[in-house]
C-alpha cells in the first residue's frame, strides 16, 4: 500500500518536476531607457526587462536573462503589430517605476523586480509578481526536449488569489475553471483521451484570470514546451514557464472578459468568417469509399428527411494515403461525385495530412514528393538527412512550413482539390503526429527555417499547425478568391484562428467523454477559438442511441457539428442506432437549421468582437459566482440556454438560472432567474431556455444552407419585465469575402410593450448588402398581440 502511495507521488510529481523555486532570479533594477512606446529596464545581472505599451488595456513584457533584449522579434500568432500607442507616463522613485496608462497601472518594484498590475481608476490590484522572473542558471532544470539552441528554462511567478479562478489555455481535456490544475503545452496525438489527459492536441498559452468579478489576461507568447501551474505545485503562486525561448507575455486589463476576448483578436487576429454552410449538419467517417458509399450516405439523409451540407472523406479516398491524390478504383470521378452532391446540396470536405509519402522504389513517381524534394521544402535533421517520420502513407516527408515559398507551394498544391469542386480542407495529424515516436524525442534534431533562425524542433513543434492551416488557407484564397475558405484543424497554436476552425480529436464515445464538451468547447471560445465543435457520438468505441442523442442536444448548437466515427466503431449515421432516436436527431437538427440566423448573427459577432458563440454562463453573468465553475450547461450567444443531460438513464436535472427572467424554450413558461430549479428532460427534450429581453430569429425549414430562398424571417420575442425585447440579425452572402468591406447588413429590432400590445420597431441597417425580398413576421411568447 505504502509502496504504491510512493509510486504515485513520484508519477504525479514527475510530470512537472519543475520546481520554479529553484531558478535564479532576475537582477535589481539599475537604471532605465525609454522610448516612445515602452521602457528598458537594466539590471544588476545584465539582464534587461522590456514593457511595451500597445494599448490602455495591454501592456507587453519581455525578459532577457543576463544579456540584452535581443533585437530579433516575431512571433507566428501574432497579427497585430502597429498599435498606435495610448497616452502614457512614467513616473520614477527611489524605490518604483510607476507607468500609467488610461487603464492601467503598472507598478516595477526595483528590488527585487517585482511587476504589479492595478486598475488605473481604482487602483485595484489585478495581479502581482509572488517573485522575480527566474530562469534556469544552470540548465539543471534543462527541459525534457532540451535544445542547445532553446536557451534556460524561463519562468513568471504570480501571487494566487484566495479566490481567483483561471479560463482558457485552449484545448485541455479539463473543467473549466482551471484552479489548482497544472498543464503542459507540447502539441501531442492523444487518441481516446480521457478528463485529465495532458498534453493534448492543442497549445493556446493564454489564460483568463477572474477574482471579485474583475478580470485580465497573460498570453505567454513562447511556443517552446510551455508549464501552466495555477496554484497546484503551491498554494502560493500561479506561475508558467517554458523549457526556452524568451520570457514573453501581454498583460491584459479587463475587468470585462468579453474585452479581453477583443483584444486578443486584435492581437493574434480575428477569425474570417467560414461560408454559412459550416454552420450546416456534417457527416464523416472513417472513411466513406467508394464514391457510392458516400452517395449512399447523402441520399440516406435525404429520404430521411435530415438536413445535411457537408459529407466528409478520411483518408482512404487518397492513392496509398498520397495526399493531393484520389484513388482511381474507389473515385474515379472526383469531380462527377461532388457535381452530384452539389445538386443535393451537399458539399465535400477532404482530410489532408502534413505526411507526403516517401516513394518506396526510386523510380516511382508522386508530384508532391518530387517538387518538394527538388525545391528543398522538406524538413531535414541538423546532420542534412531528410526527416523521414511514418505515418499512414508508410515513410514520409513533412514540410518546412516556416519558409514562405513552401507554403505557397503547399497551397498551390490543393488546386487538384479546388478543381475537383472539394469545398474544404480538414487538416489532421498535425501535432506533427510520427507512428515511430508520439513523445516528439525523434524530431529534436529537426531543423526549421524558421526566417533564418534554424531552430529545432524544441522551437517548432507547437507551431507546426499553425503554419501548415495557414498555407492551407491562403493557398485555398488565391486558388479561389472569391470564396472564404473553409479549414479544420487538430493540432493549433494561438493565431490559429486567422486560418482553421478546429475539432476536438479523437473523443471516445462514453458519456464521460461527453462530459467534457462543454468545459472544452467553451474554454477554446475563451481563448480566441470559437469555431469548435467535437465528433457527434464520440469518435472510439460503441456507443448506443441513447449516447448519440444526448451527444446531438450538445451539439446541435455548436458552431461545428460534425458526426464522426473511427473505422472500427458501429456505425453512427442518426439513423443507425433506429427510428427512435433518429427521430430525435431529426428534431434537434431541424431546431439547428432554424436557428441558423440566430447561430449566424453569433458566429459574425465572435469574428468582430472576438467573443464566442458558444458560451460558458461566466461570460454573459461574470458578476455572478455561482457561474465561475457552472460548465454542464452553456449559452449560445446572448439569449439561449442550454442545460444538457450527460448521464445514462437521467431524465431529470438542476438547471442554473442567473439573473433576470427566462422562458422555457418548449413550453414558453416564465422563470424568475438567480436560482436553480428542476426540470424533466426524457431523452426527446433538452433543456433550453430564452433569456427575457430577447427576440430570436427564426428561419423555416431547410434540408441544407441554400435549399430555396428564405422568403420569411420569424422572430419569436420574449418579453422582459418591462415589456422590452430586442434582437439584432446580421446576413451577408454566405459565401464571398465581400462582408470584410461592408457588404453585409446588420438590422437592430425592438418590441416595446404598449397599452394596445406590442410594437415592433426596425432600425435602419449597416452595411450595404442587398437580401433577397424577405418577409419579416413577429410572434410574442407570451401570447400578446404584436404590432408592426
Ligand atoms: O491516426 O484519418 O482524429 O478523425 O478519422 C488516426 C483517420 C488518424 C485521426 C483523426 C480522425 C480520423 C483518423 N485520424
Known amino acids: 500500500m505504502f509502496r504504491l502511495l510512493v509510486l504515485t507521488l513520484l508519477l504525479t510529481t ?399 498544391l490543393h488546386r487538384v482539390y479546388t478543381d475537383n469542386g472539394i469545398a474544404g480542407i480538414w487538416n489532421d495529424m498535425n501535432e506533427p503526429s510520427d507512428f515511430v515516436d508520439q513523445t516528439g524525442k525523434n524530431q529534436l534534431d529537426v531543423v526549421s527555417y524558421d526566417e533564418g533562425e534554424k531552430s529545432t524542433h524544441a522551437k517548432n513543434r507547437n507551431t507546426f499547425a499553425l503554419l501548415m492551416s495557414r498555407g492551407t488557407y491562403e493557398g485555398l484564397e488565391r486558388l479561389r478568391p472569391d470564396r472564404r475558405p473553409y479549414v479544420i484543424t487538430r493540432a493549433a497554436y494561438a493565431g490559429i484562428q486567422r486560418y482553421a476552425t478546429m475539432w476536438t480529436g479523437d473523443t471516445n464515445s462514453t458519456w464521460d467523454a461527453l462530459a467534457l464538451n462543454i468545459p472544452m468547447f467553451t474554454s477554446l471560445g475563451l481563448s480566441g477559438e470559437p469555431f469548435v465543435g467535437s465528433d457527434v457520438g464520440g469518435f472510439i468505441g460503441r456507443g448506443n442511441g441513447e449516447l448519440l442523442v444526448r451527444s446531438y442536444q450538445v451539439s446541435f448548437l455548436a458552431p461545428f457539428c460534425r458526426n464522426h466515427k473511427v473505422i472500427d466503431g458501429y456505425d453512427q449515421e442518426p439513423w443507425r442506432f433506429g427510428k427512435y432516436y433518429e427521430d430525435i436527431i431529426r428534431k434537434y437538427l431541424k431546431l439547428r437549421y432554424s436557428l441558423m440566423p440566430y447561430l449566424y448573427t453569433a458566429l459574425e459577432e465572435a469574428h468582430r468582437t472576438g467573443v464566442p458563440p458558444f458560451r460558458p454562463l461566466l461570460l454573459n453573468y461574470q458578476d455572478d459566482p455561482s457561474t465561475y465553475n457552472l460548465d454542464d450547461q452553456f449559452m449560445v450567444g446572448n439569449d439561449l440556454l442550454v442545460a444538457p443531460i450527460m448521464k445514462p438513464d437521467v431524465t431529470r436535472r438542476l438547471v442554473y438560472l442567473p439573473s433576470g427572467s427566462w422562458y422555457d424554450y418548449w413550453t414558453n413558461k416564465k422563470y424568475a432567474g438567480g436560482t436553480m430549479i428542476s426540470v424533466d428532460a426524457p431523452l426527446d427534450v433538452v433543456p433550453m431556455f430564452v433569456r427575457a429581453g430577447a427576440m430570436i430569429p427564426i428561419w423555416p425549414s431547410l434540408n441544407y444552407i441554400g435549399e430555396k430562398p428564405v422568403s420569411t424571417i420569424s422572430f419569436n420575442i420574449y418579453p422582459d419585465d418591462s415589456g422590452l425585447a430586442s434582437a439584432t440579425l446580421y446576413e451577408d452572402d454566405g459565401l464571398s469575402p465581400s462582408y470584410k468591406t461592408g457588404v453585409f447588413r446588420r438590422t437592430t429590432f425592438t418590441a416595446r410593450r404598449g397599452p394596445g400590445g406590442i410594437t415592433i420597431s426596425m432600425e435602419w441597417a449597416e452595411g450595404s448588402y442587398i437580401p433577397g425580398p424577405r418577409k419579416f413576421s413577429f410572434v410574442a411568447k407570451t401570447g400578446e398581440r404584436v404590432n408592426f
Request: net charge neutral; with cysteine; proline share 6%.
Open 14 to 412: 514527475s510530470v512537472f518536476a519543475q520546481d520554479i523555486t529553484t531558478l535564479e532570479k532576475i537582477g535589481d533594477v539599475v537604471s532605465l531607457t525609454k522610448t516612445d512606446k515602452s521602457i528598458t529596464l537594466i539590471c544588476n545581472d545584465n539582464s534587461q526587462v522590456q514593457l511595451t505599451i500597445l494599448a490602455p488595456d495591454l501592456v507587453r513584457v519581455r525578459a532577457s536573462f543576463t544579456k540584452p533584449i535581443p533585437a530579433k522579434d516575431h512571433s507566428w500568432a501574432i497579427a497585430k503589430n502597429d498599435w498606435s500607442t495610448p497616452r502614457w507616463t512614467v513616473n520614477e522613485s527611489s524605490t518604483t517605476i510607476i507607468i500609467t496608462t488610461d487603464e492601467l497601472e503598472v507598478t516595477i518594484q526595483r528590488s527585487p523586480l517585482l511587476i504589479s498590475f492595478r486598475d488605473a481608476r481604482t487602483h485595484q490590484l489585478l495581479n502581482a509578481d509572488e517573485r522575480p522572473m527566474s530562469y534556469d542558471a544552470n540548465a539543471s532544470l534543462a527541459g525534457i526536449m532540451f535544445d542547445p539552441k532553446a536557451g534556460p528554462f524561463v519562468a513568471a511567478s504570480k501571487k494566487l488569489g484566495f479566490d481567483e479562478h483561471f479560463y482558457g489555455l485552449g484545448e485541455k481535456a479539463s473543467r473549466l475553471d482551471k484552479r489548482r490544475s497544472s498543464f503542459i503545452n507540447w502539441n501531442s496525438d492523444t487518441p481516446g483521451y480521457i478528463e485529465g489527459k495532458d498534453p493534448i492536441y492543442q497549445t493556446i498559452p493564454f489564460y483568463i484570470g477572474l477574482q471579485r468579478g474583475i478580470a485580465y489576461g497573460i498570453f505567454f507568447d513562447n511556443s517552446y514546451r510551455s508549464y501552466f501551474d495555477f496554484g497546484k505545485s503551491s498554494q502560493q503562486r500561479a506561475w508558467f514557464g517554458a523549457e526556452g525561448g524568451e520570457m514573453n507575455y501581454y498583460f491584459f486589463h479587463g475587468p470585462w472578459i468579453k474585452k479581453i476576448l477583443g483584444r486578443y483578436a486584435d492581437l493574434t487576429g480575428h477569425m474570417p468568417l467560414p461560408p454559412l454552410w459550416a454552420l450546416g449538419n456534417q457527416q464523416s467517417r472513417w472513411s466513406y469509399y467508394p464514391d457510392t458509399m458516400v452517395e449512399e450516405v447523402v441520399n440516406e439523409y435525404r429520404k430521411r428527411d435530415l438536413p445535411l451540407d457537408v459529407v466528409h472523406l478520411d483518408i482512404d479516398y487518397m492513392h496509398g494515403y498520397r495526399v493531393f491524390t484520389f484513388d482511381k478504383d474507389r473515385f474515379p470521378d472526383p469531380k462527377a461525385l461532388t457535381d452530384k452532391l452539389a445538386r443535393q446540396g451537399v458539399k465535400v470536405v477532404t482530410i489532408v495530412d502534413p505526411g507526403i509519402k516517401h516513394p518506396v522504389d526510386k523510380n516511382e513517381r508522386y508530384h508532391a514528393f518530387d517538387q518538394g524534394l527538388e525545391k528543398n521544402y522538406f524538413q531535414r535533421r541538423r546532420n542534412g538527412d531528410l526527416f523521414v517520420p511514418r505515418v499512414w502513407p508508410g515513410e514520409s516527408v513533412f514540410v518546412d512550413y516556416t519558409l514562405p515559398e513552401a507554403r505557397r507551394w503547399w497551397g498551390e
